[in-house]
C-alpha cells in the first residue's frame, strides 16, 4: 500500500465570493506542483450546490501534522490566501484524511 497522504479539503463558499476564491484558490494550486512532496490536486464543485468545493490532495507527506507544518503553514504563497480565506466561507474548511484500503490501476 502506499505511504502517501491523501485527504479532502472541503469549502463552503458564500454565493458572493465564488469567483474570488476559485481565483484565489488557483493561485495557490498551481504553486503546489513546485513542492517536492507534491502529488496531484483535483478541485471538484459540487453538481447541486455551487458554492460548495472539494480539492483531493494527494502528498508524499508522513502525516497530516508535517503537511501542515512543511506545507500549509511555512509556504509564503499560501500566505495571502489564508489571511482572506475565513472572509469568502460560509462555513470553516474541513479536512478529511483517507485510508488507503486498496488500489486499482488499468493495465
Known amino acids: 500500500m502506499s505511504k502517501e497522504l491523501a485527504f479532502y479539503v472541503n469549502f463552503h463558499v458564500k454565493e458572493e465570493f465564488v469567483k474570488k476564491w476559485k481565483r484565489a484558490a488557483r493561485e495557490v494550486i498551481d504553486h503546489m506542483p513546485e513542492e517536492d512532496t507534491f502529488i496531484l490536486c483535483y478541485m471538484h464543485q459540487d453538481a447541486q450546490e455551487p458554492n460548495k468545493f472539494t480539492l483531493y490532495e494527494r502528498w508524499s507527506e508522513p502525516s497530516m501534522e508535517a503537511f501542515i507544518e512543511n506545507q500549509l503553514n511555512a509556504k509564503e504563497y499560501r ?19 483517507l485510508n488507503t484500503l486498496q488500489e486499482w490501476r488499468r493495465k
Not at 87 to 96: K, N, Q
Open 79 to 97: 500566505k495571502k490566501y489564508e489571511k482572506i480565506l475565513p472572509e469568502m466561507l460560509e462555513t470553516p474548511r474541513t479536512f478529511s484524511v
